[in-house]
Nanobody
Framework: EVTLVQSGGGAVQTGESLRLSCTAA????????MAWFRQFPGKEREGVAV???????SYADFVKGRFTISKDNSKDTLYLAMDSLKPDDTAVYFC??????????????????????????WGQGTQVTVSS
């Protein structure tokens, strides 16, 4: 069974940094589209950043220039480096993976579609709290 195990997160102050990790089991990061989502209380998960099997990345506007998504294929591990954190970044963060059907690109939009259709695999979630 495909599993994603997250680590990292915690509580920091405004302007500080955190790194999240997500290690995959039973699949390889060289094949799957992978992404980070976050969820505020009472809201749906929203896409933060995505990385395709070839390593191409894209970001939601609200994290551009502050967050960096990356992966280490030798460790089947996904990362999210978060810099210049703000209180508005306080949320539960989830990693996600999907083996996209042929012809469907790996983008934030397609991963969010996958969320709505139940196609994504998910990590267990980790709390990030940023205080002012």
């Amino acid at each position: 069974e495909v599993t994603l195990v997250q680590s990292g997160g915690g509580a920091v102050q405004t302007g500080e940094s955190l790194r999240l990790s997500c290690t995959a089991a039973k699949f390889t990061t060289t094949v799957y589209c992978m992404a980070w989502f976050r969820q505020f209380p009472g809201k749906e998960r929203e896409g933060v950043a995505v990385i395709d099997p070839d390593g191409t990345t894209s970001y939601a506007d609200f994290v551009k220039g502050r967050f960096t998504i990356s992966k280490d294929n030798s460790k089947d591990t996904l990362y999210l480096a978060m810099d210049s954190l703000k209180p508005d970044d306080t949320a539960v963060y989830f990693c996600a993976a999907q083996n996209m059907p042929p012809g469907r690109p790996c983008t934030l939009a397609t991963m969010e579609y996958g969320r709505s259709q139940g196609h994504n695999y998910w990590g267990q979630g980790t709390q990030v709290t940023v205080s002012s």
